[in-house]
């Protein structure tokens, strides 16, 4: 491989590589594309240990423990806030996640929501508006009012920070109507819709992002067939990003990806990274669990991981190792991909390159 100007130039066999300045041997050690994680939630304060624990000792996952986030975020400075999604990226950028989506959603008042998108756009490009997170204890006597706010005012604040609109569209959340008035408000707006969509329950989430055209519906765990068939008639337009993060942390069952790539759907692998549901903010552990318990294959896999990502954040520019991306890049302590899954818990990035620039590890 060539990179010239933080851009892939050429991609061949070493013996047929054209001369460039400075020549780097990865010794049969595998490269890969930096992982694109299409969907995460770091922009919070605190933790959620005791919930954590409480459900491994039997208690059940609902919509509601989002709310001791939002309390915990509130109450936070901007510089902890800010600490808190550089220490998460951190993270992720040694584990070769070379792209990170952040959206807000533990705020939920109009200032909380916009400081939320502000502290993210310092870190990210790609950030979502997820005011329909949750209806906060404010507002629980009256939801409608609640939808009202995140259309109006804190839409109207949130704009100039986000390049996308999500709601988590789930019971216990937004019904199929809140969350249509969401999208549709911040489509009208120039934000691009995504879905928090069947993460719990079969629902009229994915119906609605694909519908919508959204760029992605996330979680996809229960789908019914008519859910599977819309998200492969979307196939270029609507991806299905499944996050086992989440299942794995609520002992809960995984999402079918081999259901979703037979019928034709296009699938991306993200964290979830969030205190509640998946704090994880390792793509490589995501990838074992989808070839372990999600009926991909390794390469299915990464391609999801890498590729797939990129699609759900509509970008051909990262995600893939050709000539004209992006230099994105992870090299593995290990001859293959397949061994992301084959040594799971193995640290086997040893080295990240973004746009051509080394940004974590060592070559
Ligand atoms: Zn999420």
Known sequence: MVIEDGR??????????????????????????????????????????????????????TAGGIRTTVAATRAASDAELDANVARYLGEALRQGTTVLECK????????????????????????????????????????????????????????????????????????????RAILTAGAKRGLTPRVHANQLTEGPGVQLAVELGAAS????????????????SAADTTVATLLPGAEFSTRARYPDARRLLDAGATVALSTDCNPGSSFTSSVPFCIAIA????????????????????????RTDVGRVTVGARADLALLDAPSHVHLAYRPGVPLVAAVWRGGELVAGAA
């Open 104 to 179: 807000s959603g533990y705020g939920l008042t109009v200032e909380d929501e916009a400081r939320a998108l502000r502290i993210a756009g310092r870190h990210t490009d790609e950030t979502t508006y997820l005011g329909a997170h949750v209806v906060p204890p404010d507002y629980a006597d009256d939801p409608a009012a609640y939808v009202e706010l995140v259309t109006g005012p804190m839409l109207d604040a949130c704009v100039p920070y986000a390049r996308w609109v999500d709601v988590f569209c789930e019971r216990g959340a937004f019904d199929g109507d809140q969350a």
């Open 217 to 232: 519906a996330d979680h996809c765990t229960h789908l019914s067939d008519a859910d599977v068939a819309a998200l492969a």
């Open 291 to 314: 070839v372990r318990e999600m009926g991909m294959t390794p390469d299915e896999a990464l391609w999801s991981a890498t590729a797939g990502g990129a699609a759900a954040l509509r």
């Open 8 to 61: 892939i130039a050429w991609v061949g066999a070493s013996r047929s590589a054209p001369s460039a300045d400075a020549r780097f041997d990865a010794g049969g050690r595998a490269v890969i594309p930096g992982f694109v994680d299409s969907h995460s939630h770091l922009v919070f304060a605190g933790d959620r240990t005791a919930e954590f624990n409480a459900r491994m000792s039997g208690a059940s996952y």
